[in-house]
């Protein structure tokens, strides 16, 4: 018995699969095709059942004849679609690039790689001890309420305290120190670091670099040795610095570095007209000073017999001073504004 079902089946599966339709055509349509064959064997039919056969034989030619019109026209189609005209020019895709900070850290990075510093990066959650008491700020001292901090719901820890977002790189000093042990530490932590501020000129989450440097017979001339090192290799080797007497709790003496301002090349006047970039010839860039013995103490190392400095930047105020950047609203760095991303 002829299983038209089955041919179907096959048919439905061969068109659905074929790129050459003529082929298709000759095998179930052709001379000897299939359905030529079904009726060449209308003669081993029994008489009452011919006609319900032939029938059957006409509306699977039919429905055959129809399925391969149209798969035609489909085909024909997509060739006209997928045709390729290589003179025409090519399209191009928008693509990403890294974030300007990313690249300016991966700078800052390597040019304090080149002298021995070794990258190392520590917790964005801590305990407020490392934030503040091992860095020579006790419970009840004024200088943290310059921090402004965020607090993490979780028990205190009875040595520890509470556990902080981490507001500054400074933490990483006192773990460094206990990581080494025994000096020299020739340390650069760059890391995010948060503050619950948000306004032009603050967001609550920003990068800082830390520099730490502990020997025997530390002192000022290798920390403005190294500063002037870093300016000139990033902003440029006709740039100067001046270290300008500051307080911090963590060192001292505590400075401020500044950095010759590039428009005026550093006189403070410009055309005989006070500069507007700098005003004075100087631009605030960090702060610095020689690592204070309680912090010494703190990490583990002894006071009489190691000194140190410590500096920490801020690498989106590098950036925007090294491209001379006037960025009105400093949030604009991380509101991820595709127009700014695409600048660089
Ligand atoms: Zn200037």
Redesign the pocket.
């Known amino acids: 018995m002829i299983n038209f079902e089955e041919i179907k089946n096959q048919f439905d599966k061969d068109i659905k699969e074929t790129k050459e339709i003529e082929k298709l055509e000759i095998k179930y349509l052709g001379r000897n095709g299939v359905i030529n064959d079904l009726l060449k064997k209308i003669k081993e039919i029994p008489q009452e059942q011919k006609k319900s056969y032939g029938q059957k034989v006409n509306e699977l030619k039919t429905s055959i004849k129809r399925l391969i019109e149209v798969k035609r026209k489909e085909l024909a189609g997509k060739k006209s679609e997928v045709f390729f005209d290589k003179t025409l020019p090519g399209k191009s895709y928008p693509k990403g690039s890294l974030h300007p900070i990313t690249y300016t850290i991966e700078e800052i990075a390597n040019i304090f790689q080149k002298i021995g510093f070794v990258r190392v990066s520590y917790p964005e959650v801590e305990w407020e001890y490392f934030a503040f008491e091992a860095l020579n700020m006790p419970k009840d001292h004024p200088a943290r309420d310059d921090f402004e901090t965020f607090f993490i719901n979780y028990p205190k820890d009875k040595k520890y305290g509470k556990i902080v977002l981490s507001p500054h790189t400074s933490s990483g000093q006192t773990r460094e120190m206990k990581r080494v042990k025994e000096p020299p530490i020739r340390m650069i932590n760059i890391a995010k670091c948060y503050r619950p501020n948000w306004d032009i000129t603050h967001v609550p989450m920003f990068f800082q670099f830390e520099g730490l440097c502990v020997d025997h017979n530390i002192n000022i001339t290798h920390l403005k040795g190294t500063i002037n090192y870093f300016v000139k290799n990033f902003f440029g080797k006709d740039r100067e610095i001046r270290l300008r007497p500051c307080h911090f709790q963590f060192t001292e003496p505590s400075f401020e570095v500044d950095v010759?301002?590039?428009?005026?090349?550093?006189?403070?006047?410009?055309n005989n007209k006070k500069?507007?970039?700098?005003?004075?010839?100087?631009?605030e860039l960090a702060g610095t000073g020689m690592v204070h013995p309680n912090v010494l103490k703190a990490g583990g190392i002894d006071p009489n017999q190691y000194s140190g400095w410590a500096f920490g930047f801020g690498p989106e105020r590098c950036m925007m001073m090294k491209e001379e950047m006037k960025i009105d609203d400093i949030r604009i760095l991380y509101n991820g504004d595709i127009r700014f991303l695409e600048q660089f």
């Open positions: 010759s301002c590039k428009v005026c090349g550093g006189k403070g006047l410009l500069c507007k970039v700098c005003k004075s010839g100087w631009l």
